[in-house]
């Protein structure tokens, strides 16, 4: 069975860090790029990072020099390191994988975790 299961959310003032950590199962990521989503509430879902199988990070503008994303193949696993977090990044964030490639559309995900809530806020 394909499971993504996010981990690592909570609540951080702002100016905080986290990080979020993704395990996969049932597949191996090797040939995926993993991407992390995130859902502010009443807004759409947008794409915050994704690596790809190689290793290639790339990131919105918004969080670019702020968030780091990694990958560990071996363990099937994806991180998302958020460093001086707003409170606009308030958000469910959910990780996501795309077989071969990176995208930032919703759609051209195969797989979804189900979310983990990161609140930023004093």
């Known amino acids: 069975q394909v499971q993504l299961e996010e981990s690592g959310g909570g609540l951080v003032q702002p100016g905080g860090s986290l990080r979020l950590s993704c395990a996969a199962s049932?597949?191996?990521?090797?040939?995926?790029?993993l991407a992390w989503f995130r859902q502010a509430p009443g807004k759409e879902r947008e794409a915050v990072s994704c690596?790809?199988?190689?290793?290639?990070?790339d990131y919105s503008d918004s969080v670019k020099g702020r968030f780091t994303t990694s990958r560990d193949t071996d363990k099937n696993m994806v991180y998302l390191k958020m460093n001086s977090l707003k409170p606009e990044a308030t958000a469910v964030y959910y990780c996501?994988?795309?077989?071969?490639?990176?995208?930032?559309?919703?759609?051209?995900?195969?797989?979804w975790g189900e979310g983990t809530l990161v609140t930023v806020s004093s």
């Open positions: 996501a994988a795309m077989y071969r490639y990176c995208s930032s559309h919703v759609s051209g995900m195969n797989y």
């Open positions: 049932g597949f191996s990521t090797f040939y995926y790029g």
């Open positions: 690596i790809t199988p190689t290793g290639a990070p």
